[in-house]
Each structure stands twice: as C-alpha cells, then as structure tokens.
C-alpha cells in the first residue's frame, strides 16, 4: 500500500506541468525522501496578493438576471482603497474559463487557489467564470471568480466567490 503523503503528492502533481528536471526531482523525492533536492524543484512564481473576497459554500447569489438592479458589484482596491466596480452581467457573455483567463499555464494555480474540486464545479454548485478587473487610479489588477448558475432557461444566477490582487513582476 503507497504511503498517504505519495498519493496526495500525486494527486496534485497531475496538474503541473512536467520537465525532465521536475521528474527527477519527484523519483528521487519518492525513493528516498530524506535526501530529495528540495533546492533543485523549480519556482514558480506567486500569482496572487490579498485575497478580497475567499470563496463559500452558502454565499447568496450575487446577481440575478431578473433583478437588474443587482448587476454591480463593488469592493474597495487593496492598494489604494478606491471603490471598484465589477459588472456582474457583463461576465456572463465572456469567455472565462479557467484555462483561457490568465493563460494555461496558470491554470493549475487559480484551480488550487480557489480550492475548485476536480469536477470544475464552483462552490456554489454552478459553472467557475473568472474576469480580471484593474483599478481605475492604480491599475492593481484583480482576479474575480464567480458561480454561475442556470435554475431555468436564460435565467442566470451569479454568485460572487472569489476576489484576488493579481501580483505582477
């Protein structure tokens, strides 16, 4: 029987992106985890600042396409506190699947992120939809993941479940 810490170990490896040199580094890791060239794995680079808003299982919807009065979304920016204002509505007709928002590569890392199970239903039971929103005043660019729901045909249901300061280099 495999020790438990290799399962989990493989479990999350399956979605980074393999070099022969990562290879190495997990054989060897799996052999003989005493001597494993922790300094040898490769970095990645943090993606993600302050989280503004962390996703739940019992959110309320954020917006409902019958109540359009309801499509805005606002939060203050974690770098210089202005009020920034999110189309909720708008985010519908986007193409934000994970895999396309910030580039495949990343893509591992917004799922772990955001804790998204591996169905790839959001927290909320609906569809992950993500947006990168700026500030207005200091360009901090943010990271936004909402549920999407359909209870019933062209009635959508959008729950906010996630807001994160993207870092850039």
Known sequence: MRPRIV?????VLRSVRRTPELERVILATIENPESAPMDSLPEK?????ARIVSPDLTRPP????LHPHTREYRF????CGTVIQI???AILSEDGRVDSILGAENAAAIRAHFDLNMVGKSHDGGWPRFHVERCSSCRTAYLIYV?????????????MQGITQLVTE
């Open 45 to 49: 680079a943090n993606l993600f600042g």
């Open 7 to 11: 399962t989990r170990a493989t479990r």
């Open 87 to 89: 189309d909720l509505d």
């Open 76 to 79: 203050d920016c974690a770098a």
């Open 62 to 65: 954020s917006f409902d396409v």
């Open 147 to 159: 549920g999407v729901k359909e209870p019933s045909n062209s009635r959508f249901l959008v729950t």
